[in-house]
């Protein structure tokens, strides 16, 4: 696919990272995920590396049967990515209390597919106005549906970190698939973790999607990100992806 692509993580103020990052680029599809970690002793981060790298394992078994019935294909596609996550902790129980968020796009000439859970988020933007985001599955966001904060409180909730869906070694997967139609030439996706747009205003994502935008943009935004929190900054992620 003919794509612009860049990505950057920051421990931020903490001692270990527990994001982490994967991505595939090919000529018939590409595929872009942030993991957030959540669990001490080194669980966190572990759970979101693990839960990437089977992602990535097993692409090129599922990236051929997209083309029929693409959001139940990538169900069974996550479910295989979390038993790989299982295998890899390797019988430690300890780790299997371990949880991740996940947000993940899927691109290819047909169709865009996001799977999130938790609330790392995906972003589809034009350079008029940010198309639409992912839905956090958090206490905060379902203040934000009662109409009880606004857009720009999210971030800031003092509940933002209570989620109500992660990814665990122990149960089955609950993340939320959806279905779009394809990128279109200029569009520009950001997928990330809580400890980037957390800090980060709604025009200040959109100077993301201008046509002069890219890399020099995204890492000024994601300094920015770890410096508003005064020595209290989460770690960070974030990809950004455009279509040419």
């Known amino acids: 696919m003919?794509?612009?692509?860049?990505?950057?993580?920051s421990a931020g103020d903490r001692a270990l990272n527990q994001d982490h990052m994967a991505h595939i680029i090919q000529d018939d599809y590409a595929l872009f995920v942030v993991a957030d970690g959540?669990?001490?002793?080194?669980?966190?981060?572990?759970?979101?590396?693990?839960?990437?790298?089977?992602?990535?394992?097993?692409?090129?078994?599922?990236?051929?049967?997209?083309?029929?019935?693409?959001a139940e294909t990538f169900s069974s596609w996550i479910t295989a990515a979390v038993d790989e996550m299982k295998r890899l902790f390797c019988g430690d129980k300890l780790l299997y209390g371990a949880h991740t968020t996940c947000a993940i796009l899927y691109l290819n000439q047909g169709l865009t597919l996001t799977a999130h859970c938790g609330d790392s988020r995906i972003y589809r933007m034009n350079s008029e106005q940010i198309l639409w985001r992912s839905k956090d599955h958090s206490v905060a966001?379902?203040?934000?549906?009662?109409?009880?904060?606004?857009?720009?409180?999210?971030?800031?909730?003092p509940e933002q970190n209570l989620l109500t869906r992660t990814l665990n070694a122990k149960k089955a997967h609950e993340v939320e698939i959806n279905l779009y139609p394809a990128i279109q030439k200029g569009e520009t996706f950001i997928v990330c973790s809580d400890g980037f747009w957390g800090q980060v205003k709604q025009a200040e994502l959109l100077d993301l999607a201008q046509v002069d935008s890219g890399r020099l943009?995204?890492?000024?935004?994601?300094?920015?990100?770890?410096?508003?929190?005064?020595?209290?900054?989460?770690?960070?992620?974030?990809?950004?992806?455009?279509?040419?």
């Open 2 to 9: 003919e794509l612009e692509f860049y990505q950057l993580s």
């Open 38 to 70: 959540l669990g001490g002793h080194h669980g966190g981060e572990k759970a979101s590396r693990f839960f990437c790298q089977g992602l990535m394992q097993c692409a090129d078994v599922y990236s051929k049967r997209m083309a029929l019935n693409p």
């Open 141 to 157: 966001q379902q203040l934000l549906h009662q109409g009880r904060i606004s857009e720009q409180d999210v971030g800031r909730h």
């Open 217 to 244: 943009e995204l890492s000024k935004l994601a300094g920015l990100s770890v410096l508003r929190a005064n020595g209290k900054a989460d770690n960070m992620t974030v990809q950004w992806v455009r279509g040419l």
